[in-house]
T-cell receptor, first 113, second 115 residues
Framework: GNSVTQMEGPVTLSEEAFLTINCTYT??????LFWYVQYPGEGLQLLLK?????DKGSNKGFEATYRKETTSFHLEKGSVQVSDSAVYFC????????????FGAGTRLAVHP | EAGVAQSPRYKIIEKRQSVAFWCNPI?????LYWYQQILGQGPKLLIQ????????DSQLPKDRFSAERLKGVDSTLKIQPAKLEDSAVYLC?????????????FGPGTRLTVL
């Protein structure tokens, strides 16, 4: 099948804390994997991506590694800021082409000073 | 470069009424997607266009939803008649290719409330 499961939120952290948001996917082939972010009042935007096993996507201090053996793509950041408060969506490309994305339910992150 | 534009941003209607949403893609982007995002869930693809042709509408409730992309640029999504369960944010996204690595750029969405 084609599905994405991510940890439920909300996740509440203090500034400079370490962040992990778990994401796992069902594997049909080797799909490209993505993290999208939705800041308050804005549209979704691509945060990072990985297109094959063992790839590490990174952007704005966030990282995620494509783990084929555990079918996971966990999002991490070493030191979060208040400005990172947003909803984070894990997504995989649909097996079958045409760039269709399957999204997880989203995880809301709230960072407090 | 201008982003994906959508209108209206908000719409409130009563059940059984009809409603239409409009999307203007980033210039030159051939692929256009409409997603439905119900509160607390991730976006779900309703329909995908490549230029003005439909390539995937498998999850579009065709008895009440319709979409078109005349001339391969702007697109409209219509619901007629609306049901309570159609309350959601409708997102338009576009990309400049159809491969699995092409980034999708999202508009701000239209929040629909059906009373």
């Amino acid at each position: 099948g084609n599905s994405v499961t991510q940890m439920e939120g909300p996740v509440t952290l203090s500034e400079e804390a370490f962040l992990t948001i778990n994401c796992t996917y069902t594997a049909t082939g080797y799909p490209s994997l993505f993290w999208y972010v939705q800041y308050p009042g804005e549209g979704l935007q691509l945060l990072l991506k990985a297109t094959k096993a063992d790839d590490k996507g990174s952007n704005k201090g966030f990282e995620a590694t494509y783990r084929k053996e555990t079918t996971s793509f966990h999002l991490e950041k070493g030191s979060v800021q208040v400005s990172d408060s947003a909803v984070y969506f894990c997504a995989r490309a649909f097996s079958g082409g045409y760039n269709k994305l399957i999204f997880g339910a989203g995880t809301r992150l709230a960072v407090h000073p | 470069e201008a982003g994906v534009a959508q209108s209206p941003r908000y719409k409130i209607i009563e059940k059984r009424q009809s409603v239409a949403f409009w999307c203007n893609p980033i210039s030159g982007h051939a692929t256009l997607y409409w997603y439905q995002q119900i509160l607390g869930q991730g976006p779900k693809l309703l329909i995908q266009f490549q230029n003005n042709g439909v390539v995937d509408d498998s999850q579009l409730p065709k008895d009440r939803f319709s979409a078109e992309r005349l001339k391969g640029v702007d697109s409209t999504l219509k619901i007629q008649p609306a049901k309570l369960e159609d309350s959601a944010v409708y997102l338009c996204a576009t990309s400049n290719g159809r491969g699995p690595y092409n980034e999708q750029f999202f508009g701000p969405g239209t929040r629909l409330t059906v009373l």
